[in-house]
């Protein structure tokens, strides 16, 4: 299994979350905690915030951190009249985040970046929060019909269990 690291740091007017390896579901409730909060401390003195999410080392994404992401550009980006910034994606995740239709919200940028110092290391969840991926499933069916199809399985799964 390849290792799993998320870092969050910030810059400039900037969030950056770094992935190394996959990106799951045990890191989507402390990353969206932690953006949230830091996008609530500036926003009342910076508008235009972005959030850049460098796949750069990132294998794998599972489908309850592309519905974060969708979250995090629904809830952070859109507002401040900016999208989301996906960072040198490898071939696997643009075809992921294609199938998922997340290509249609966000926009890619290819090259050189450099990332905060400051990033700090994002923990995992020991346990899993059907709450949280329910929601994330729910962003990602209300992207498309065919998303709908493709989750309502799951949904309905994690809607019982999530009570």
Known sequence: MDREELFLGDEESALCITVHGHATARYCRELRDKVGAKIEAVRQHISGEQIIVDLTDCSY??????????????RFCH???????VHNPSEQCISLLS?????????????????????????SDTEMNADLILKAHEELMG????????????????????G
């Open 143 to 162: 992207l498309s019909e065919e998303n709908r199809r493709r989750f309502s399985l799951i949904h309905g799964l994690l809607k019982r269990e999530a």
């Open 61 to 74: 994404m599972d489908s309850t951190f592309m519905g974060l992401l969708v979250t995090l550009n629904r």
């Open 79 to 85: 507002p401040m009249g900016t999208s989301l910034i």
């Open 99 to 123: 199938e998922i239709g997340l290509t249609e919200l966000i926009t890619v940028n290819r090259g050189e970046k450099h990332f905060p110092e400051n990033s700090e290391r994002i923990d």
